[in-house]
Nanobody, 121 residues
């Protein structure tokens, strides 16, 4: 399984970014895809996950109403639309994948390399 994130960058407070996670190497219909982030000096934090089949989602409270996850089945890509960005959203964002994930808020076997998001005030 290969996961490649893209779309990060520098944005002002209140702005938007869309991150992409291009997945390859497997058929992902039975997979769960998660987005996580890690700010400097902090532990990795769960952001959201989605079940590839059925589209069930679960968001961290800190991003509910501002972030939205979606899947493009044709492109095998998972998107994270981030709106109303705040300085505290600054972090490296990672996507992760797993077929049997006991705790979708952690514990994924496959990870991407991450993409930096910086929100300036």
């Amino acid at each position: 399984v290969q996961l490649v994130e893209s779309g990060g960058g520098l944005v002002q407070v209140g702005g938007s970014l869309r991150l992409s996670c291009a997945a390859s190497g497997r058929t992902f219909s039975d997979y769960t895809i998660g987005w996580f982030r890690q700010a400097p000096g902090k532990e990795r934090e769960f952001v959201v996950y989605i079940k590839w089949s059925g589209g069930y989602t679960d968001y961290a409270d800190s991003v509910k109403g501002r972030f939205s996850i979606s899947i493009d089945n044709v492109k095998n890509t998972v998107y994270l639309q981030m709106n109303s960005l705040k300085p505290e959203d600054t972090a490296v964002y990672y996507c992760a994948a797993g077929m049997v994930v006991l705790d979708p808020r952690s514990g994924y076997p496959y990870w991407g390399q991450g993409t930096q998001v910086t929100v300036s005030s």
